[in-house]
């Protein structure tokens, strides 16, 4: 059974920085393109970013790009980051991994796998 599991959410002041992380586990994810996603309060969930299975291409919303940056570890391949830096209260959400079997993480496209979010809270 797949799971994504996220960790590292929490408490954050304007300015400053939190790095999520997700673990996926139940299958290889060596192939799989990867991605973050967050739901703030009232809103719809929307894209953050994605990177590709082999790591060498990654894209952003518009509002966190130069910010936030997304990651994947080399060899394993079943392990994404997302370095969030300069946070604003505006990032506050839950923050979602997602993935999928084959095809491009785009922001209106599907996810075939979710994790069950972390709270990230930016406020002075």
């Known amino acids: 059974q797949v799971q994504l599991v996220e960790f590292g959410g929490g408490s954050g002041q304007p300015g400053g920085s939190l790095t999520l992380s997700c673990v996926a586990s139940?299958?290889?994810?060596?192939?799989?393109?990867m991605g973050w996603f967050r739901q703030a309060p009232g809103k719809e969930r929307e894209f953050v970013a994605a990177i590709t299975w082999s790591g060498d291409s990654t894209s952003y919303a518009d509002s966190v790009k130069g910010r936030f940056t997304i990651s994947r570890d080399a060899v394993a391949r079943n392990r994404v980051s997302l370095q969030m830096n300069s946070l604003k209260p505006d990032d506050t959400a839950v923050y979602y991994c997602?993935?999928?079997?084959?095809?491009?993480?785009?922001?209106?496209?599907?996810?075939?796998?979710w994790g069950q979010g972390t709270q990230v809270t930016v406020s002075s």
């Open positions: 139940g299958r290889s994810f060596r192939s799989h393109p």
């Open positions: 997602a993935a999928r079997d084959f095809q491009a993480i785009t922001p209106l496209g599907p996810v075939d796998y």
